[in-house]
Nanobody, 125 residues
């Protein structure tokens, strides 16, 4: 059984930075098939960033492109989300997720089979 544990959330002022981590444990061979989503109060869970199925490409939501960077350390089975130039509208609970199969767009929550517990990111203006 695979488990994902996020860390690194917190309170930051607008323009600041945070780095989120997501460590996978259990029967998973790598951190390549992982992505990040976020959910603000009263809103649906939305895509933030992800690796392609092969792990060789990355995808970003338009709202975070140029500010956020997804990266991974396969040896540690950990995925990171570096968030720079944060804005109040980035405030949300951030989730990492892992998928076991392909066929559904990596930007859809339905593509993912395992989710972390989430970490709160709050950006003050």
């Amino acid at each position: 059984q695979v488990q994902l544990v996020e860390s690194g959330g917190g309170l930051v002022q607008a323009g600041g930075s945070l780095r989120l981590s997501c460590a996978a444990s259990g029967r998973t061979s790598s951190s390549g098939n992982m992505g990040w989503f976020r959910q603000a109060p009263g809103r649906e869970r939305e895509f933030v960033a992800a690796f392609s199925w092969s792990g060789s490409s990355t995808y970003y939501a338009d709202s975070v492109k140029g500010r956020f960077t997804i990266s991974r350390d396969n040896a540690k089975k950990t995925v990171y989300l570096q968030m720079n130039n944060l804005r109040p509208e980035d405030t949300a609970v951030y989730y990492c997720a892992l998928r076991f199969t392909r066929g559904i767009s990596v930007t859809s929550p339905r593509a993912y089979d395992v989710w972390g517990q989430g970490t709160q990111v709050t950006v003050s203006s």
